[in-house]
């Protein structure tokens, strides 16, 4: 039996993966801030499927959570065979009107986490000649629009990087890139996602199957939704300032997850 661990598991994408994994029968390591509702998960995905589910309580924000995870993703003696870096959030306002320090904080979860996270798991990995690491961006990444579309862009680019010098070894790395999911994301930044299309939302668990299919197949890239897929062929035709302008319109101050 396999183990994989989750960072921002106890909703959105993140709990999606861990419904579909504890479906599929993997023991988890849920990684979250609320101690309550990690154990309350836990308790759910045991009594529904009968796996184990450690739980982890760390914030990303700190070096401490930082280490603790890392700490558990190097254990030897209880591998991890699958990190999905999911822990993230969304800053309100433009470039400006957001603190230096919300905006240290958001590279400090989004980039530096990722970046030390991936590391710890993929060396362990490598040493056993097999693994996976789903690191969590936004199409996003392809809007020039702040700090948070900034921040998963390094994640993309970081990941396929990681991916080809790790080819051949047995371990795969995939940057997952969805649209506008149906979560509590966008409720914690305080955004107004009214006027957000019905056509552009997509649905978590779906989000999290499409993923870990794309990532057995090998991809280093995922964008789970022909849709999306669609808008980003089409946004390589147009000028990177109209886009900005366009990620405007649709409400959002930093772009999709």
Same mark, same amino acid.
């Given at each position: ?107 400090k979860v989004h980039c530096e986490a990722v %970046?030390?996270?991936?590391?710890? +798991? !993929?060396? $362990?990995?490598?040493?056993?000649? =097999? @693994?996976?690491?789903?690191? /969590?961006?936004?199409v996003a990444a392809f809007v020039p629009r ?55 939302? %997509?649905?978590?668990?779906?989000? +999290? !199957?499409? $993923?870990?299919?794309?990532?057995? =197949? @090998?991809?280093?890239?995922? /964008? ?34």
């Open positions: 039996m396999t183990t994989a661990l989750i960072t921002g598991s106890t909703a959105g994408i993140g709990a999606a993966f861990a419904r579909r994994l504890a479906a599929d029968g993997h023991d988890l390591v849920l990684v979250a801030r609320d101690t309550k509702r990690l154990r309350e998960q836990a308790t759910e995905l045991h009594d529904r499927h009968g796996i184990e589910a450690e739980v982890l309580t760390a914030d990303l924000a700190r070096d401490t959570g930082i280490e603790a995870v890392a700490t558990r993703l190097g254990d030897r003696r209880n591998p991890v065979d699958l990190l999905i870096n999911n822990a993230g959030f969304a800053n309100k306002g433009r470039y400006l009107d957001v603190s230096m320090a919300d905006e240290l904080t958001m590279l %970046l030390r996270l991936t590391s710890a +798991a !993929a060396e $362990a990995m490598r040493e056993r000649g =097999r @693994g996976g690491v789903v690191n /969590v961006a936004s702040g700090t948070y579309g900034a921040s998963k862009a390094w994640v993309v680019q970081f990941t396929q990087g990681a991916a080809r010098d790790l080819a051949g070894s047995g371990v795969r790395l995939m940057a997952l890139c969805p649209g506008f999911v149906r979560t509590e994301f966008h409720e914690r930044a305080g955004m107004d996602t009214d006027n957000i299309p019905g056509w552009m939302w %997509l649905d978590a668990d779906k989000v +999290a !199957a499409t $993923a870990l299919e794309d990532l057995a =197949r @090998g991809r280093s890239l995922c /964008v789970p939704d022909p849709r999306y897929k669609v808008l980003l062929g089409a946004a390589k035709l147009v000028p990177r300032g109209m886009l900005g302008g366009l990620s405007s319109r649709t409400g959002r101050k930093y772009g999709p997850q």
